[in-house]
């Protein structure tokens, strides 16, 4: 008898094995063209971006090491474009999480026109940006709508793309076009966590800030993860509508590290441009793995 379990047992494992086998080479017949694709456009010249990086020239190429590198960080171009990314990031990623939880919060209640609501803010989502800056442009420019609007209550007009009231623009539009998508995200997440536990924390006498910061919030965890990852990445992104609003040269105060290698592009300044790549790349990563090293721990600490 405890032979025969012993083959069936070894038959079974077998069997999986095969079945394994069999899911694994679907599964890498259905990654393969995304792998590939990955690679050849992404991978492959990142790699190459990040050796150019460490010569002095892309013909006749010599290695010179951190040469690029601390070129690069001596330049005030670079520390401005830098500076203002961060600056940039540091306060629209808390503001767009608040804004969208808020009113994801808003739209998860039987409130009125909620399905109106709910189209309103994905529209940005499908309209090309490219049409919608003609209407910021006609909005803020210095004979603009808001200006008119201004100049009717009595308000001096602003010249809002020349001064520092542009990074308040920009941060309006990056708002207006990634809201949206977050409230989309946080709304799957609220709809996820049972009624009943909102009801048992009223009946035990939970007042609503207690709810939201014992339930919600501990719930919402991984969403929260995720929009955080997404909007820190849209926040380096912006540089297309600061692009089609501004320029090549904008106000300083929304100069981006996007304008920065984009001109270095367009003067044929390989190696800046790589090295400004690779460091942005950097950044970037170290800024996922200290949200992962966050996430995990506060798993821990939940559990």
Known sequence: ?????????FIIKKQIKKWIRKDASAALMFLAPSVIGFALFYLIPFAIGLFYSFMDSTVDSQFVGLANYRELLASHSFRKASSNTLYFSVVSVPLILALSLGLAMLLNTNIYLRKWLRTAYVLPLVVPVASIILIWQILFDWNGSLNAWLSGFGIAR??????DAARHVILVVYLWKNIGYNVILFLAG???IPKDYYETAQIEG??????FRSITLVYLTSTMFFVVIMSIINSFKVFRETYLIAGDYPHDSI??????????FTSLDIQKLTAAATLMVGCI???????????RRYRHFME
């Open 190 to 192: 609220l709809q996820q």
């Open 158 to 163: 602003v010249d809002w793309m020349k001064t």
């Open 255 to 264: 100069y981006m590290m996007q304008h920065y290698m984009n001109n270095m």
């Open 206 to 211: 939970a007042g609503r800030l207690r709810q």
């Open 1 to 9: 008898m405890k032979k025969l379990g012993f083959r069936r047992g």
């Open 285 to 295: 990563l170290l800024i996922v793995m200290g949200l992962f090293a966050l996430e």
